[in-house]
């Protein structure tokens, strides 16, 4: 719970960094687009407010969620840190405010920032790890088991009673499911008691 509160304190803490360093943020309305597939990386984006989603699109033109970034949090890093192009879209979930710091920037942060350093360690790490889970759950053809531990996995930064806030379409985009699956196991789910729906909200217990 303290390396939580710690991380939270210090991506609120960068944020202020930025501001107070003259960087400024761009407004970005519920559905814009800030980079696509096969752009060349310029920035790292902090999100001063809002909420972003990171997506890819098959043949078919379906989403498919590669991540979910919130206020306070940043993405696009790990394109620019290996001046590749990016693979996936992001696109504003709802109207955010963003914080693009170019590639000398972002790179003069780490060298001065030993704390964000090992932060974005962390992030890469941690987003690594989902990688990696999401691939082998992708290869369970049991759909029960692949929301089971989706949803375990998002519940790690949630607290007890608290909301789960992800739609059951986002739930389906990141599991390669229907939206009706999605729906029938969370409600069967719930009559297990591994979840609460309130509303229907899901609820951590």
Do not use: C, W
């Not at 709802?94 to 350093?117: N, W």
């Not at 989706?150 to 986002?170: M, N, P, S």
Request: charge should be positive; hydrophobic fraction near 40%.
């Amino acid at each position: 719970m303290l390396i939580l509160v710690n991380q939270v304190l210090l991506q609120i803490m960068t944020i202020k960094y930025l501001l107070d360093s003259n960087f400024k943020p761009t407004s970005y309305e519920k559905g814009d687009v800030i980079y696509e597939p096969g752009a060349q990386p310029r920035a790292v984006y902090f999100i001063k407010s809002g909420k972003v989603r990171m997506v890819t699109v098959n043949d078919d033109g379906k989403e498919f969620i590669q991540g979910i970034f919130k206020t306070n949090e940043y993405f696009g890093e790990p394109a620019l840190l290996l001046n590749k192009p990016y693979l996936a879209y992001t696109i504003a979930t709802q109207d955010s405010e963003i914080i693009a710091v170019k590639g000398d920037d972002f790179l003069k942060m780490l060298k001065d920032h030993p704390d964000f350093s090992m932060k974005l360690i962390q992030t890469l790490s941690h987003r690594l790890f989902y990688k990696s889970m999401m691939l082998e759950e992708l290869a369970n053809e049991h759909a029960e088991h692949r929301i089971r531990t989706l949803v375990a996995y998002l519940f790690k930064d949630v607290e007890h009673g608290q909301e789960l806030k992800i739609t059951r379409q986002q739930l389906a985009d990141m599991s390669g499911l229907r939206v009706e699956t999605v729906i029938r196991i969370i409600k069967k789910l719930s009559d297990q008691k591994e979840l609460k729906l309130i509303r229907g909200k899901i609820i951590k217990i």
